[in-house]
C-alpha cells in the first residue's frame, strides 16, 4: 500500500530501508504536544478567515484534543509506515473526524509545520533550562556566602599562585551561569517569530492570518520571509550554542571537583552520595557524576558540530537532510539537564577540608607578590626591581626548603638593606586575600557582599 498521506502518484509501497531512513517517528513524537497547539491555532484561524466552516473547525479541534489525551494516557498507537510525527495526528484525526480532518492541512505544509514544532520545543526547553541554572547559580552563591573568608590556593598553570577565597572562586561560576541564561534568554528572544503558514516554502494563496496564529502561540510576530521560515535552524543551532558553552563551564568545575577530591590535593570530599566504589579497590572513592558531566560536554559539542555541518551545504529551502537536525539537539539538551542537576547536587553535597585548603595557600611561595608590593609601597621600589629582590628571597627560602615568612631579617637585608621587620606583617594568608580590596578582588568583605547581593538578584527572579 502506498503512503495514505502523500501516496497519490504512488503504486507501491516504500521498500523497507526506505521506510526506515525515512521515518522519524522514533525521536519527533516528543513534538506532539507542540504539534496539537500548533494544529489548533491553525483550524482556529482557518475558521475565523473563513477559509473553513466553524462546524469542522469545532470538530477538528475536538478530535485533536482527543488525540493529545491519548497520547498523555500512552493508549495511541505510532506507526512507522506514517513517518513523522506530523502525519500520526493527522491520520488519527481522519479516523476519528473522517474526510474533513483533510482540511485541516489547507495553507500548510509539514515544512512550516515541523520548523513551528521545533521553535516551540525549543521555546519551551530554555525555559526550563533557564529554571535549572537560575538555580544552580543560586547554590554557588549560598555556598559561596557560607566561604567568603575561606582561605584557598588561587592557580594559574596550575601552579599555586596567590591565595584566594574559596567563595570568590565560586562566584565565578555564578558570572559564568549568568552569562549562559543570558546566552539562551537571547537565543529565545531571536526564536520567538512564528514560522506558521510559510506554508511548503512560497507561502500560500489562500486569505491567511499569519499574525493571529502567531498571537495565539506566544510569539512576538510571524517571520518575514516564506523560504527563510522552512529552511532556518538558526534557533536550533543557537541554542546549541548557548547549551556547548554552559556545558563547557560545567566541566571546568567538574573537573575542579575532580582534582579537589583526589587524596593528592585533598581541597574537599564528597558524601557516598555523589562517588562510587571500585570492585578491586577499596580505599577507592571515585568522582564518577563530575567525571561523567566533564565527560558528557563531549556529546553536547558534538551536537552543536553535528548540525552545523548537516547544514552548511543546504540550497533553500528545505531539505530531508534537516531531519537530522533534532536527535542530537534531543541528546545535548537533556544532557545538559542532567548535567546541570548533577553539578547542583555536588555543590551542595561537596564539603571542603579548610585546614588543609589554608595549608595548601601557603605553600609554593603564593604571598611572593604581596611581597614584592610591600617593598614597592613600603621602600618605594620600582615593581620591576622589586620583583627581583622577591625572586632572590624566594630562591634563598626554597633553597632551605622553608617558607617565605620563616627568613629572618638579617637574612631578606643581605638581599635588600631597606627592608624592616615590618615586612612579616604582609607574609601570611590571611593578610594576603584580606588586602586584595579592589574591584572584584578576592578579599573576603567583597566576596560577602558580591555573594549577598547575587542572592538577592537571584530570589528576584525565582
Ligand atoms: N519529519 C520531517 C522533518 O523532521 C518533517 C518535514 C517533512 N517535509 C517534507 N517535505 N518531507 O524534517
Not at 622577591?390 to 631578606?412: D, H, N, Y
Amino acid at each position: 500500500m502506498s503512503n495514505k498521506m502523500w501516496g497519490g502518484r504512488f503504486s507501491s509501497a516504500p521498500d523497507a530501508i526506505m521506510e526506515e531512513i525515512n521515518a522519524s517517528i522514533g525521536f519527533d513524537y516528543r513534538f506532539a504536544s507542540q504539534d496539537i497547539k500548533g494544529s489548533l491555532a491553525h483550524v482556529s484561524m482557518l475558521a475565523q478567515t473563513g477559509i473553513v466552516t466553524p462546524e469542522t473547525a469545532k470538530s477538528i479541534a475536538q478530535g485533536l484534543s482527543q488525540i493529545l489525551a491519548e497520547i498523555e494516557a500512552g493508549s495511541f498507537t505510532f506507526s512507522r509506515a506514517l513517518e513523522d510525527i506530523h502525519m500520526n495526528v493527522e491520520s488519527r484525526l481522519a479516523e476519528i473526524v473522517g474526510p474533513e480532518a483533510g482540511r485541516l492541512h489547507t495553507a500548510r505544509s509539514r515544512n512550516d509545520q515541523v520548523a513551528l514544532d521545533f521553535r516551540l520545543w525549543i521555546r519551551d526547553t530554555i525555559d526550563q533550562l533557564d529554571r535549572q541554572i537560575l538555580d544552580l547559580q543560586h547554590a554557588f552563591a549560598e555556598k559561596a556566602l557560607a566561604h567568603a573568608a575561606t582561605i584557598m590556593p588561587g592557580f594559574t598553570h596550575l601552579q599555586s599562585a596567590q591565595p584566594v577565597t574559596l567563595g570568590h572562586h565560586l562566584l565565578a561560576y555564578v558570572e559564568m551561569l549568568g552569562r549562559d541564561r543570558s546566552r539562551f534568554q537571547d537565543a529565545r528572544r531571536r526564536l520567538n517569530e512564528c514560522p506558521l503558514g510559510s506554508a511548503a516554502l512560497a507561502g500560500t494563496s489562500f486569505p491567511i492570518d499569519r499574525h493571529m496564529t502567531a498571537k495565539a502561540l506566544g510569539f512576538d510576530r510571524p517571520t518575514a520571509n516564506s523560504l527563510d521560515s522552512v529552511s532556518d535552524r538558526d534557533f536550533v543551532l543557537e541554542t546549541l550554542s548557548a547549551a556547548a558553552i554552559t556545558a563547557v563551564h560545567l566541566s571546568r568545575f567538574a573537573e575542579e571537583i575532580v582534582l579537589w577530591v583526589t587524596p593528592q590535593f585533598g581541597f574537599a570530599k564528597l558524601s557516598d552520595r555523589f562517588t562510587t566504589g571500585s570492585s578491586i579497590m577499596p580505599q577507592k572513592r571515585n568522582p564518577d557524576a563530575a567525571e561523567l558531566v566533564r565527560g558528557k560536554s563531549g556529546r553536547i559539542i558534538g551536537s552543536l558540530t553535528g548540525l552545523l555541518i548537516v547544514m552548511k551545504g543546504l540550497p533553500l529551502a528545505y531539505s530531508k537532510d534537516m531531519q537530522e537536525d533534532k536527535e542530537g539537539t534531543f541528546d545535548a539538551l537533556q544532557s545538559l539537564s542532567l548535567c546541570l542537576a548533577a553539578i547542583n547536587g555536588m555543590v551542595l553535597d561537596i564539603q571542603p577540608d579548610l585546614k588543609r585548603l589554608k595549608a595548601s595557600a601557603g605553600s609554593g611561595y603564593a604571598t611572593a607578590t604581596d611581597l614584592a608590593d610591600w617593598l614597592v609601597k613600603a621602600l618605594k621600589l620600582p615593581f620591576r626591581r622589586a620583583h627581583h629582590v622577591t625572586g632572590e628571597l624566594v630562591g634563598l627560602a626554597a633553597q632551605r626548603g622553608i617558607g617565605l615568612e620563616k627568613l629572618s631579617l638579617e637574612e631578606m637585608q643581605k638581599v635588600e638593606p631597606g627592608i624592616t621587620k615590618d615586612v612579616f606583617s604582609v607574609l601570611g594568608v590571611d593578610k594576603s586575600v584580606r588586602s586584595r580590596t579592589s574591584y572584584g578582588g578576592t578579599a573576603p568583605a567583597n566576596v560577602k557582599s558580591q555573594a549577598k547581593a547575587w542572592l538577592k538578584k537571584l530570589d528576584r527572579l525565582k
